[in-house]
């Protein structure tokens, strides 16, 4: 009897053991996976983010610069796009839309993919084309 009980005993303990190191594994690979899956989007909202100050930074650019708001008010976006294409990461394509301010302002961009988009407003001063409408300027940023 007295060995029947030894050998439960020790078999209890066994059991207790093998659960924590059941316990113990299932939160390294938890831990791993969590590890890995913040370390993916934080890149993903990083890529964001710079996409973002980017479009944001041409869009500055482009509203103080008086030659470059000209050329948009006058619709005539050769020096623009140039500007553009300097700026831009060489991975990521764009688009270019200028419209009145009612409109939507999203024709020609495709519908497969993640597309960042920022916007501004431009507006012609009292002196110079007086009588022209104010215009909504949108950059579309998408990855090759």
């Given amino acids: ?18 659960i924590v190191e059941s316990f113990i594994a299932i939160l390294i690979i938890t831990t791993a996976f969590l590890l890995i899956h913040s370390k993916n989007s934080g890149d993903a909202s990083s890529v964001s983010e710079e996409i973002y100050n980017r479009q944001r930074s041409i869009l500055e650019v482009i509203a103080y610069n008086e030659s470059l708001r000209n050329e948009i008010i006058t619709r005539n976006n050769l020096t623009v796009h140039e500007f553009i294409e300097k700026n831009i990461n060489p991975q990521w394509n764009y688009l270019f839309n200028i419209c009145s301010l009612n409109d ?39 990855k090759k």
């Fill in 1 to 18: 009897m007295e060995i029947n009980i030894f050998f439960r005993k020790r078999m209890n303990k066994r059991g207790w053991i093998i």
């Fill in 104 to 142: 939507i302002c999203n024709s020609g961009i495709p519908t497969d993919r993640d597309i960042y988009v920022s916007e501004t407003i431009i507006s012609a001063t009292p002196t110079n084309f007086p009588g022209q409408q104010a215009t909504k300027v949108r950059l579309f940023f998408w």
